[in-house]
């Protein structure tokens, strides 16, 4: 497909989601607390967004992503938080 | 149009989601066995469990024109019970031989755990004796890079497996080539809010290729939606794909995958 169409078919859907992008920091920076890890990796991901090079969906997943290599000693939940929780 | 749904939760589902599965021209929908949202208490529950996909639910399908297969395990959420693993691997030959049973599944890891990775060895195990297909689970979100890894290498560890035989679902745009590039079939899960939508799941297509994989829905009783893999067809439709060329990714690759598997006959 051409970029033309490809905007025609996906600009309005890409700026709804860009600007709940922005409503959504917008709520945090409303909120009260401290932010925990994920807020961090959100913004280190948005980065990604505005490199100007290919793949920035895989960069974003990457950035997001566990790099660890060893099975951990026990699962002590079953969930996943969305974000890899470094420890300091 | 016609497809095959190749992951579907269907005891999740109302049989209204069978009406609107079959309106769409779904021809079959294969079931993995997952986790049910809580830990079962024994293995007499993944008994009826197994009882439910092998017996009962193949029958509701068929009221709808719908053939109904299934894949067995323990899920890896409940692996981490060691002992209750092991119960649960002992059952399954004992359903091997039924006739809508594809092979061993949804296996693979969730929090990457020791035992996790142990009893999916079993599992390997238990499907290379008994010449069984593989479906595999990958985790979910950050997980899924390190646990696609690790089950990568417990895969090509058993040199009894068949690549080809082994199909790694749930990736995404971090995960798909490693699992093509080690001569797996890849699987894309099409979710509302995580996993691939069906625009990402058409880039990953566009830009890997069409060979060794699928798209599915993965309905549940979680957020997720029967139809999927039909509106992702239509949105290849909006991209100018051919109908060729949906009709290979929505029905002719999952068909020969299953094929493999000399149970998997839709007439």
Known sequence: MTRQQLLDLYFMDARSKLIDLAAFMDRLDRGEGEADFRLKAFRQALKELDRKEPQRAKRVLLSLSDHTTKPIAKATTKAASGAYYKLE | ?267
């Open chain 2, 1 to 267: 149009m016609r497809y095959i749904e190749s992951h579907g939760h269907m005891v999740s589902r109302v049989t209204d989601d069978y009406v609107d599965m079959a309106m769409a021209g779904c021809q079959a929908v294969c079931e993995p066995a997952f986790w049910a949202g809580f830990d079962r208490s024994s293995v007499q529950g993944f008994y009826d469990y197994f009882c439910q996909l092998t017996e009962h639910e193949p029958k509701r399908a068929a009221k709808f024109g719908l053939r109904h297969f299934t894949w067995l395990c323990i899920n890896p959420k409940e692996s981490e019970d060691m002992k209750l693993a092991d119960e649960v691997l002992a059952i399954i030959p004992k359903f091997l031989d039924r006739p809508t049973v594809l092979g061993i599944g949804e296996i693979g890891l969730n929090k990457n755990s020791r035992n996790e990775l142990k009893v999916l060895e079993r599992h390997i195990d238990l499907a290379a004796r008994h010449d069984q297909l593989i479906l595999v689970h990958t985790p979910h979100l950050e997980d899924k890079l390190k646990g696609t890894r690790l089950i990568i290498d417990a895969l090509k560890g058993d040199k009894r497996i068949q690549r080809e035989r082994v199909i790694i679902d749930h990736v995404e745009e971090h995960t798909v080539k490693l699992v093509l590039d080690a001569g797996f079939w890849a699987g894309m899960t099409l979710y509302p809010e995580s996993k691939c939508s069906p625009a990402r799941a058409i880039d990953i297509v566009e830009v890997y290729g069409a060979e060794r994989i699928w798209m599915n829905s993965a309905c549940d009783w979680g957020v997720s939606v029967p139809l999927a893999v039909p509106k992702t067809a239509l949105e290849m439709r909006k991209r100018g794909h051919s109908v060729e060329a949906i009709d290979k990714l929505v029905y002719q690759n999952p068909l020969k995958f299953m094929r493999q598997c000399p149970k998997f006959d839709l007439v």
